[in-house]
């Protein structure tokens, strides 16, 4: 089955630096890759996704870029903001049956 | 965001005690899903209800039984758990699964086993 990594499970840093999250996935098969969003105590909230068409894809301050060959995807985050702070989550689907495996989250923590 | 709505937020029982999670989605989706969500552990799809039929048990032990009467509503029942099964539960629902679909989660119930 799937297999997705996802470094670092913690990052620091400051208010208006960039961040970057990186995920890796095993399965060559595997063709759609979410982010999400999790506020403590709350859902986790889909952020932005890329389709295996895709290299790249951008909203606002977020981008997501996918190298289908090394099998890494990767979330950036520009001018970060305090509001930025969650844990991040990656996924990856191989098949229609839409069922996602998740990496195993990153806290991002943005000092003001 | 009120779209996929869950009850309780909150549930401690005890390990032979019965339960059930309920989990509601407005957004006229046909497909849902249970994760569970553990302390230092990637989100774990638990099951999978596509059209209110059953696509996807990814190994989960029978004292979780899930039940999807209709494409609305999806529940979780619960009987003689184990300590370990304490976790938040978070339920999805898509469009289907019949291709690779944004989820949309619950707030999730968070549950306590003594």
């Known amino acids: 089955g799937e297999n997705v990594e996802q470094h670092p499970s913690t990052l620091s840093v400051q208010e208006g630096d960039s961040a970057v999250i990186k995920c890796t996935y095993s399965d060559s098969a595997s063709n759609y890759f979410p982010w999400y969003k999790q506020e403590l105590g709350k859902r986790p909230q889909l952020i932005i996704d890329?389709?295996?068409?895709?290299g790249e894809k951008k909203d606002q301050r977020i981008a997501v870029t996918l190298n289908k060959t090394a099998k890494h995807f990767s979330l950036h985050i520009t001018e970060t903001q305090p509001e930025d702070s969650a844990v991040y989550f990656c996924?990856?689907?191989?098949?229609?049956?839409?069922?996602?495996?998740f990496g195993g989250g990153t806290r991002l923590m943005v000092k003001p | 965001e009120t779209g996929v709505t869950q009850t309780p937020r909150h549930l401690v029982m005890g390990m032979t005690n019965k339960k059930s999670l309920k989990c509601e989605q407005h957004l006229g989706h046909n497909a849902m899903y249970w994760y569970k969500q553990s302390a230092k552990k990637p989100l774990e799809l638990m099951f999978v209800?596509?059209?209110?039929?059953?696509?996807e048990n990814n190994s989960v032990p029978s004292r979780f039984s899930p039940e999807c009467p209709n494409s609305s509503h999806l529940f979780l029942h619960l009987h003689t758990l184990q300590p370990e099964d304490s976790a938040l539960y978070l339920c999805?629902?898509?469009?289907?699964?019949?291709?690779?679909?944004?989820?949309?989660f619950g707030d999730g119930t968070r549950l306590s086993i003594l």
């Open positions: 890329i389709r295996s068409n895709v």
């Open positions: 996924a990856a689907s191989s098949n229609a049956g839409n069922m996602l495996t």
């Open positions: 999805a629902s898509s469009q289907n699964t019949y291709s690779n679909q944004p989820q949309h």
């Open positions: 209800y596509n059209f209110k039929e059953q696509t």
